[in-house]
């Protein structure tokens, strides 16, 4: 779960900068959609 873990931060800081939102912001919006649980099940597949 680390490699998975720090991927999805990874692409919360790329989303945070690419959007300039604040984490807290770009935490509440990936959550609303569900998004961590998108990026963790094609985790395998990319990675």
Do not use: D, W
């Not at 490699?3 to 609303?32: P, W």
């Amino acid at each position: 779960m680390i490699k998975e873990g720090k991927f999805l931060v990874f692409c919360i800081e790329r989303y945070n900068n690419a959007k300039h939102l604040t984490r807290k912001q770009v935490t509440m919006l990936f959550r609303k959609y569900r998004i961590p649980e998108y990026i963790l099940s094609c985790f395998e597949l990319y990675c």
